[in-house]
Nanobody, 115 residues
Framework: VQLQASGGGLVQAGGSLRLSCEAT???????????MGWYRQAPGKQRELVAL???????DYAASVKGRFTISRDYARKTVYLQMNNLKPEDTAVYYC???????WGQGTLVTVSS
């Protein structure tokens, strides 16, 4: 497995979760050069980009999560995080991490937000 995602779970509306995506088999130089993203797919909906961080450290967010979610990268751990605050029921989805250049996907982690 190239990307190991974790951190999903059940949380009440207004709560927080932090997702992790470890590039277990990627060498550091490759990981450092990769644009890394978090996507999500809700039941019956298409997969959508939630957050992206480039190799230069810039970030971008979907309008629906801006101000609530933060993407970050730990180079020493070869891990990308998605801190999710003030969660809403509409954030319920399976969340996937992606290495854009290599095309690798994590296995998905389920986030369920109850109202």
């Amino acid at each position: 497995v190239q990307l190991q995602a974790s951190g999903g779970g059940l949380v009440q509306a207004g709560g927080s979760l932090r997702l992790s995506c470890e590039a277990t088999r990627m060498i550091l130089s490759t990981f450092s050069a990769e644009p890394m993203g978090w996507y999500r797919q809700a039941p019956g909906k298409q997969r959508e980009l939630v957050a992206l961080t480039t190799s230069a450290g810039t970030t971008d967010y979907a309008a629906s999560v801006k101000g609530r979610f933060t993407i970050s990268r730990d180079y020493a751990r070869k891990t990308v995080y998605l801190q999710m605050n003030n969660l809403k029921p509409e954030d319920t989805a399976v969340y996937y991490c992606n290495a854009a250049r290599s095309g690798f996907w994590g296995q998905g982690t389920l986030v369920t937000v109850s109202s």
